[in-house]
């Protein structure tokens, strides 16, 4: 049984840095791809980063892109999302998802069978 457990949330302020871990078991996880996916009060989940299985290619919504960095510690079984200049429009539960790896975007959340229960964040002053 595949489980991910995401950990580091918290109450922070503008402009504040937080970072996020998930750690994943039952599966093995050099094989995966990895992304963080996220839910703001009253819409969809969004796509917000994701690292390829090898560690060598990640992505990056533009409303993160250069305030956020995904890193994968294979290791570990663990996948973190970096977290600096942090806004108000950031506020969400951010969940992380497994897919073995493959051909599909990786932005595809309907490529991700496994997620965890994911992880509060909220940005406000």
């Known amino acids: 049984q595949v489980q991910l457990v995401e950990s580091g949330g918290g109450l922070v302020q503008p402009g504040d840095s937080l970072r996020l871990s998930c750690a994943a078991s039952?599966?093995?996880?050099?094989?995966?791809?990895m992304a963080w996916f996220r839910r703001a009060p009253g819409e969809e989940n969004d796509f917000v980063a994701g690292?390829?299985?090898?560690?060598?290619?990640?992505y990056y919504a533009d409303s993160v892109k250069g305030r956020f960095t995904v890193s994968r510690d294979n290791a570990k079984n663990t996948v973190y999302l970096l977290m600096h200049s942090l806004k108000p429009e950031d506020t969400a539960v951010y969940s992380c998802r497994a897919r073995l790896r493959s051909g599909s975007p990786i932005y595809s959340i309907s490529t991700y069978n496994s997620w965890g229960q994911g992880t509060q964040v909220t940005v406000s002053s």
């Open positions: 039952g599966l093995t996880f050099r094989l995966y791809d």
């Open positions: 690292i390829g299985w090898s560690g060598d290619n990640t």
